[in-house]
């Protein structure tokens, strides 16, 4: 009877030993070309769950007059976030706004991602794949794989 029990808690640890190796963390690419724009995004998630987002973004012809306006937008919109890291950077013989923007959705407040409009759902506990998938999708992205 004590082996038959010692067998069973050994079935049980190991399959969850391997349910929670499976639920370890994945990456999917999504990119976006156009006339004006050249975009990559990672998307990182557990499961389901997105738990973080990074995009970089190439701004073709980008005026740089128009830069610190750029500046002022990212800074307003994800300045005071936390978990958002964002970094803009001009070349001016291209003419080319690079943009990079990391979210670290493991840190980042949802309720506060929804009042910047980041989000659109107030009432979600998480950020799913499907839902980024949905909002990439419609901004012209497609997966790579």
Do not use: H, P, W
């Amino acid at each position: 009877m004590k082996n038959l029990r010692k067998l069973c808690l050994g079935i049980v640890l190991l399959t969850l030993f391997t349910l929670t190796a499976c639920l370890g963390t994945k990456n999917y690419n999504y990119k976006m070309n156009n006339d004006v724009t050249d975009g990559n995004v990672v998307v990182t998630v557990k499961g389901d769950k997105v738990i973080n987002y990074s995009t970089n973004i190439e701004i073709k012809s980008y005026a740089k007059s128009n830069l610190e306006t750029l500046k002022y937008l990212y800074n307003m919109y994800y300045g005071f976030l936390k978990g958002v890291k964002y970094t803009i950077d001009y070349n001016e013989s291209k003419q080319l706004a690079k943009i990079k923007l990391d979210i670290d959705l493991t840190k980042a407040d949802i309720k506060e991602l929804y009042k910047k409009r980041i989000l659109i759902d107030k009432e979600v506990k998480y950020i799913s794949l499907k839902d980024i998938e949905k909002i990439l999708s419609t901004q012209g992205y497609k997966r790579v794989k």
